[in-house]
């Protein structure tokens, strides 16, 4: 029991520690996945060409998904995307503020403006671009 009286003091300073150890930890990680994932394909599409010369077959080109980041790459979103995040932003803002008004006061929930700010940018956005690819979409 004496022990554990002793170790309370250092508990405060054992959660930041334990925090930046598992960020690094887990950032690691995922670099060290990655690499062996891109390591292993490319590996494999090596032996896949080596034995294609073997054969006397023709070497098919080399993908360029290889050497990009592949699924990490840019993609566009679509109009479902932008109804979607500016729902969630919009309803996540209105929930804050809500929660806000009703424990602390009505000057505070005014901070949940933001995120309901987020929400209806994406909103109007997802509108202007429906009407813009109908109007583009509709023959003449």
Excluded: Q
């Excluded at 925090?19 to 930890?25: D, E, K, R, S, Y």
């Excluded at 109804?83 to 009505?106: H, K, Q, T």
């Amino acid at each position: 029991m004496n022990d554990i009286a002793e170790l309370k003091h250092i508990m405060p300073f054992m959660i930041p520690i334990v925090a930046i150890v598992m960020g690094v930890g887990i950032g690691m990680l995922a670099l060290w996945i990655d690499y062996r994932k891109k390591r292993d394909i490319f590996e494999l599409h090596h032996k896949e060409r080596m034995l294609a010369i073997e054969r006397g077959m023709e070497v098919p080109p080399l993908p360029d998904a290889i050497f990009g980041n592949g699924a990490r790459e840019a993609r566009t979103l679509g109009t479902a995307d932008y109804l979607r995040r500016g729902l969630i932003w919009l309803l996540v803002g209105l929930g804050i503020g809500i929660a806000m008004a009703l424990n602390s006061s009505i000057e505070s929930a005014t901070w949940a403006l933001i995120p309901v700010g987020f929400g209806l940018a994406n909103l109007i956005f997802y509108g202007i671009e429906t009407r813009r690819a109908a109007s583009t979409s509709a023959p003449r």
